[in-house]
């Protein structure tokens, strides 16, 4: 086997503001009232060798489906840290084709006093190492 066949290249597609609803946080009153969350993923995938037919890609509108579902299906969460692991662990699951992904999840609401901003999470994993392909 030559190198450039263990050395396969890779792109990221990067998928942006995405939002869906949940209740999401430890405050009681956020747990009441529920709020949009706006969510960015960037997978990492192999395009190399890949013809122009959508069998042969990550098809990435199947992603962003199944992450707006399962977030959606989660119904309330208290913390980011939380549903970040989840989502991740769904997309390593459900997605072989993905090498690694990134994932932000931007809180719009917080309750705090004097605080007018947004609080995200990012977080990145990879999935298979170069040696596992």
């Given at each position: 086997?030559?190198?450039?066949?263990?050395?396969?290249?890779?792109?990221?597609?990067?998928?942006?503001?995405?939002?869906?609803?949940?209740?999401?946080?430890?405050?009681?009153?956020?747990?009441?009232?529920?709020?949009?969350?706006?969510?960015?993923?960037?997978?990492?995938?192999?395009?190399?060798?890949?013809?122009?037919?959508?069998?042969?890609?990550?098809?990435?509108?199947?992603?962003?489906?199944?992450?707006?579902?399962?977030?959606?299906?989660?119904?309330?969460?208290?913390?980011?840290?939380?549903?970040?692991?989840?989502?991740?662990?769904?997309?390593?699951?459900?997605?072989?084709?993905?090498?690694?992904?990134?994932?932000v999840l931007y809180k719009a609401f917080v309750p705090l006093s004097h605080f007018t901003g947004s609080v995200a999470i990012e977080v990145e994993r990879t999935f298979q190492t170069s040696a596992?392909?």
């Amino acid at each position: 086997m030559n190198s450039a066949n263990l050395n396969r290249e890779f792109c990221w597609i990067h998928i942006r503001d995405v939002y869906t609803f949940l209740y999401l946080g430890a405050n009681p009153h956020e747990q009441k009232v529920g709020q949009n969350l706006k969510v960015d993923l960037s997978v990492k995938v192999p395009y190399c060798g890949t013809s122009d037919n959508l069998e042969n890609v990550v098809d990435y509108s199947k992603i962003i489906d199944r992450v707006q579902s399962y977030i959606e299906g989660l119904g309330r969460v208290s913390l980011l840290e939380y549903l970040a692991e989840q989502v991740l662990n769904l997309i390593q699951k459900e997605f072989p084709g993905v090498h690694s992904a990134r994932l932000v999840l931007y809180k719009a609401f917080v309750p705090l006093s004097h605080f007018t901003g947004s609080v995200a999470i990012e977080v990145e994993r990879t999935f298979q190492t170069s040696a596992s392909k």
